[in-house]
């Protein structure tokens, strides 16, 4: 049973970074397809970043500059630093992962496993 795991949100100032974790288990997480969400109330979720199982990254234009999708395969972790946040990046972020390669990796439908999501508070 596919497990994911968020920790690392928190509030903070408008300018200042957080670090998300996702811990995956169940899962041979090296060869999966993982990606960072994120989600208001009253909107639809919002896909940050992916990462494919050979370390290729895509970003939404909103944060390309400012946030860092990584993996670190040995630990079965999905990392996204975030820098230089805006108000406008608060919401609640969650994990998702896919089984194999994805065409669209900031589209939430290309995902079937989700963590249960963490929130991220900024102020400005």
């Known amino acids: 049973q596919v497990q994911l795991v968020e920790s690392g949100g928190g509030s903070v100032q408008a300018g200042g970074s957080l670090r998300l974790s996702c811990v995956a288990s169940?899962?041979?997480?090296?060869?999966?397809?993982m990606g960072w969400f994120r989600q208001t109330p009253g909107k639809e979720r919002e896909g940050v970043a992916g990462i494919d199982s050979d370390g290729r990254t895509t970003y939404a234009n909103s944060v390309k500059g400012r946030f860092t999708i990584s993996r670190d395969n040995a630990r079965d972790t999905l990392h996204l630093q975030m820098n230089n946040l805006k108000p406008e990046d608060a919401a609640m972020y969650y994990c998702?992962?896919?089984?194999?390669?994805?065409?669209?990796?900031?589209?939430?439908?290309?995902?079937?496993?989700w963590g249960q999501g963490i929130e991220v508070t900024v102020s400005s």
């Open positions: 998702a992962a896919y089984p194999g390669p994805v065409i669209q990796a900031l589209e939430s439908w290309e995902y079937n496993s």
């Open positions: 169940g899962i041979t997480f090296s060869t999966y397809s």
